[in-house]
């Protein structure tokens, strides 16, 4: 009788011990979640940072190249 009350209280452990990580492991994959997130916002304010730059210097391009081209 001893043997079946041991091997059920390891069994029961054993699943305890694999919430406890699925747990934790759930709790990390949000947090990574999170940052991809917060990454993927600054690289498209970063892009559209860009894109707001090269405009200006795109038409300033333009324009270098028309007063070349009258030349």
Excluded at 33 to 41: F, H, L, P, W
């Amino acid at each position: 009788m001893l043997w079946p009350m041991i091997a059920i209280a390891l069994g029961f452990l054993g699943i305890a011990v694999l919430g406890v990580l699925a747990v934790r492991v759930f709790i990390e994959v949000r947090r990574l979640a999170r940052q991809v997130g917060t990454a993927s916002e600054r690289i498209q304010r970063a892009a559209q940072d860009l894109e707001r730059a090269a405009v200006p210097l795109a038409s300033r391009m333009h324009e270098a190249g028309r007063d070349r081209a009258g030349d």
